[in-house]
């Protein structure tokens, strides 16, 4: 890098810039050096420069309370730099702070003086803060000018017998001065959806475009989709049609009205409207409100004289009688007290209920309002209540509510008696309560859990205990299991050939069925039935006492006979003939003593030589003598005749046991 003429190379310490440059001597004259001989380093760049401002000047203000666009600096207040490459363009606006007064009213090109603008008030002349050549921004050129198009749109209604499709109708604005738009929906009395602005002013960019809606786009009949909602044009302002035929050189045909489509909920709806608003002509099928009609004779229309009479003649005279409603027969019901007015100038009755300390009950003002009280529920001015059928003792239907007219004042008193009718002593208003019997009705077993415990949580609160158990039974019979042979009775071939072990467990009372696997027989062998308790018919549970030989068990909806046993339970019943009294031998022998003659005399009748008696000759000779036995009490003697299992005895046995007493000793 060179300083001055000198190399960096040349660099030498006793060297000085005050002796090379004169500029750092005080006393001698320095001339200016052009700028394009000094080099661009620091120190060397003359101080009488501006410096450059990096502040950026408004482009939009208000001069004299006008809004205008302010012009670039003027060539004297550019910096240094702009001098070479400002260019020579005729300012827009009139800078401010010149001393020129114009006269011209479209001129700005000089100082806006207070003498001109007194003398443009006076004269009613508007001053614009523009030059004659330039041309107003759009902001001020359209201000306020907005364009209304009236349109609609359909939306399909589902599940309606009314209509099919809805219209919409909207009013679309598009603002001119920014290319926004702002769509209102017209608002329908009782439509039910909602209304009112669909679109906040913005520009609406054309759907799979960038570019955006413009006035062109909105011509009558043309279609415009926004936000998947496709709007048709149908007619616009007076104001909006003659700034397109004129500014933007629309046709008559781009602006005719077209005609809204039939919308078959909206006549509907101003049918209806129609009925409820009250337009003379219209048949509403309702009653008038009576405050409609005090207020519309108020305002001075004519009301009929034909009911007059009455209520001149009585005025607000009212008879007054207390009633009692008891509802004690439905579930919370109770005895509630009423006031009955009946009003003579209409016949009209109004009930309101009398409200007693601490009773519970919320505070209420009527029962029922002035009105006409039918007799059968049925508003009907030939089936009413009159006074006539008011009387202490009767009843009175109020809507489905029986109620006892019980007292009346004395002014009810005074009116029968001056029409000859004499009302009954007042009753007692105190009735006697009534203890109604509530039945608890227990649902049914649904299936979770046992009945036990379904039944539990009927009994009581809701965190209850579970059922207690017999645990001195438990204790006592743990372990004791009755087993017997079964077989399925059923009508099925297959079915006559299956075995089944039929369990009963004595310390709950529960039976399990399970089914020996057979061999190429078709049937997976396993659990029948699970360990649990099983109910008869009627209801009760099995207990041990239905467990014996020959007795049909239904286990939900299968027949099992018991066959037989094995040792441990004939032994079992034995020893236990309170529990199992088909299996008391001291009743059967009984039985058996008392008919030793009989057998005496069946067996020398039918001694065929061999002697030997077999349990099915046993049976035999019990049907021929007519004693009434079922399979278990004959296991029960022939368990006690042949006592070695060997399957035959002598007949002498028999009449041995026959002739012995309870004691074993020959009679």
Known sequence: VALGKMSLFDWNSSYRLEDEDPRFHPDVKVEPVPPTDLPALPGFRPSNLPRPSSAKRQSLSFVNGYMMAQSPLPAKHLPYQAFQSAPKSRPMTAPVGME???????????????????????????????????????????DRRVLLFNAYYEEDVLQSAIEEKRIHTCEMYLYVEDGTME??????????????????????????????YEIDDLKIGSQVVIYSRTFRIVSCNESTRDYVLKY?????????????????FEK???????????????????????LKQVMESMLGKESSMTDRGMFLECGTDSLCFHVLWDDRERLYGDIQYFLLFYYLADDTVEIMRTNAKNDGRDTFPKLLKRSKLPK????????????????????????????????????????????????????????AEKKIEVKRVIPPYNGFGTEEDSLRSCTGGLNQPPPKKDLQKMRDKNGVILRFNAQLVSATADDATRRFVFQFFMEDDTIAIREPPVKNSGV??????????????????????DMYVGNIVDIVGHQFLLLNADEYTYRLMECDDRTFPFSNFSRLHEIVTSNHN???????????????????????????????????????????????GKGKVAFTKLLKLAAEDAFGSQR
């Not at 509510?401 to 009116?415: C, E, G, H, V």
């Not at 308790?533 to 209801?539: D, F, L, S, V």
């Open 268 to 290: 509907s709806n101003k049918e209806k409207m129609r009925r409820e608003s009250g337009v003379p002509g219209v048949d509403r099928n309702r009653k008038m409100n009576d």
């Open 598 to 644: 009989e057998i005496k005399s069946y067996f020398i009748t039918n001694y065929e030589g061999t002697g030997i008696l077999d349990q099915e000759g046993l049976a035999k000779c019990w049907k021929s003598l007519g004693i009434q036995m079922n399979t278990q009490e004959l296991l029960t003697i022939w368990r006690k005749l042949d006592k070695k």
């Open 100 to 142: 020129k007064d114009v006269l011209d009213p479209t001129d700005v090109s000089g100082r806006y003086s207070f003498f001109r603008k007194k003398a443009d008030r006076e004269n009613c002349n508007i001053a614009l803060p523009f030059c004659p050549e330039s041309k107003l921004p759009s902001f001020l050129e359209h």
């Open 248 to 264: 933007h050189g629309w046709d008559e045909e781009d602006v005719e009205t077209l005609p809204l489509p039939h919308d078959r």
């Open 376 to 431: 059968n529920g049925r508003v009907s001015d030939s089936d009413c209540y009159t006074w006539k059928d008011l009387a202490i003792g009767q009843t009175v239907s109020v809507f489905g509510r029986t109620m006892l007219i019980a007292r009346s004042d004395p002014f009810t008193r005074q009116y029968y008696l001056s029409n000859g009718v004499t009302l009954r002593d007042d009753m007692p208003l105190q009735v």
């Open 183 to 212: 769509i209102i929906q017209t608002k329908q009395e009782n439509s039910g959806i909602v209304q009112g602005r669909f679109l906040r002013r913005s520009r609406v960019a054309k759907p799979g475009s960038s570019s955006y």
């Open 524 to 545: 997976m062998g396993g659990n029948f039935l699970r360990r649990q308790t099983m109910k008869h018919e009627n209801g009760s549970y099995y207990a041990a006492k």
